[in-house]
C-alpha cells in the first residue's frame, strides 16, 4: 500500500487509466458519487466550486460507487452521461469503483487512513468528501450530508 496518493492509479469511464500525479500542485477533492442518491444535488454544488476555483488549481474528481442501496447502477458511460446532463458536470467523473470491503479502491484505502481520526475507516455513505492540498496530503474530509460549499474558506486558503 502506497502512502502517497500521486502514486495511485485510477480508471476514466472509458477504462484508461492515470494516475494521480497528473494533479499535483493541484488542491483536490475527492467524492464518492451516486446519481440516484438523495444528496444528489451535491453535484450542483460541486460543479460550482469547481468552475470558481478550476483556474486557480482546484480539481474535483468524481467517482461513482453502488455499495450504499444500489443507488449507481449504471454503466459508466449513464453514469457519467447522467452527470453531466441532469447536474451540468464537467469535472472528471471516473469508473465506479468500490470504497469499502476487500475490493476497495487503493485511493480510498489511503483517504480513510489519512483522515481516520475524524471519521473513523468506514466510508458510511455517498458524497463523502476529502480535500487534499497541493502537496498531496489530506487536510479535511467532509461527511456525506455536508456541503461541498462548507469547505470553500478552506479550498481558498490552500488555493
Request: include cysteine; charged fraction near 25%; hydrophobic fraction near 35%.
Amino acid at each position: 500500500m502506497t502512502n502517497n496518493i500521486y502514486d495511485i492509479q485510477v480508471a476514466n469511464k472509458d477504462g484508461s487509466t492515470y494516475y494521480l500525479n497528473d494533479y499535483k500542485g493541484k488542491v483536490i477533492i475527492v467524492v464518492n458519487t451516486a446519481t440516484k442518491c438523495g444528496l444528489s444535488g451535491q453535484f450542483e454544488e460541486l460543479e460550482e466550486l469547481y468552475q470558481k476555483y478550476k483556474d486557480q488549481g482546484l480539481i474535483i474528481l468524481g467517482f461513482p460507487c453502488n455499495q450504499f442501496a444500489n443507488q449507481e447502477p449504471g454503466t459508466d458511460d449513464q453514469i457519467a452521461e447522467t452527470c453531466k446532463i441532469n447536474f451540468g458536470v464537467t469535472f472528471p467523473i471516473h469508473a465506479k469503483i468500490d470504497v469499502n470491503g476487500k475490493d476497495e479502491s487503493p485511493l480510498f484505502t489511503l483517504l480513510k487512513n489519512e483522515a481516520s481520526s475524524l471519521y473513523g475507516k468506514k466510508i458510511k455513505w455517498n458524497f463523502t468528501k476529502f480535500v487534499i492540498d497541493r502537496e498531496g496530503n489530506v487536510v479535511k474530509r467532509l461527511a456525506p450530508k455536508d456541503s461541498p460549499k462548507k469547505a470553500e474558506k478552506l479550498i481558498q486558503d490552500l488555493l
